[in-house]
Nanobody
Framework: QVQLVESGGGLVQAGGSLRLSCAASGSIFMVNAMGWYRQAPGKQRELVATITRGDSAKYAGSVEGRFTISRDNAKNTAYLQMNNLKPEDTAVYYC???????????????WGQGTQVTVSS
């Protein structure tokens, strides 16, 4: 069994910062890429940022220069530092992980339950 648990969401004023965490646990052999996605009300889920096991990161244009994704491979945890937040960043933020299970070494993509980020103007 594999679990991804996000934390760190909340309410913040425009211009403020938040740091999200996503911890993967369970029967994990190795975590490959991890990513953050978000879904605003009435909109489709969109990619925010991804990071490979080797720390190569990519960002959506709307967050480039404001958000930073990082990870700690020893803890199977990814982080999303969000600075200069804007009201349009308001959404439920989800993390996912592309990983290999122990024993079977079956590869799969797993999702967390999401954490709400609300940015007030």
């Amino acid at each position: 069994q594999v679990q991804l648990v996000e934390s760190g969401g909340g309410l913040v004023q425009a211009g403020g910062s938040l740091r999200l965490s996503c911890a993967a646990s369970g029967s994990i052999f190795m975590v490959n890429a991890m990513g953050w996605y978000r879904q605003a009300p009435g909109k489709q889920r969109e990619l925010v940022a991804t990071i490979t096991r080797g720390d190569s990161a990519k960002y959506a244009g709307s967050v480039e220069g404001r958000f930073t994704i990082s990870r700690d491979n020893a803890k199977n945890t990814a982080y999303l530092q969000m600075n200069n937040l804007k009201p349009e960043d308001t959404a439920v933020y989800y993390c996912n992980a592309d990983l290999l299970r122990t024993i079977s070494l079956v590869r799969g993509v797993y999702w967390g339950q999401g954490t709400q980020v609300t940015v007030s103007s």
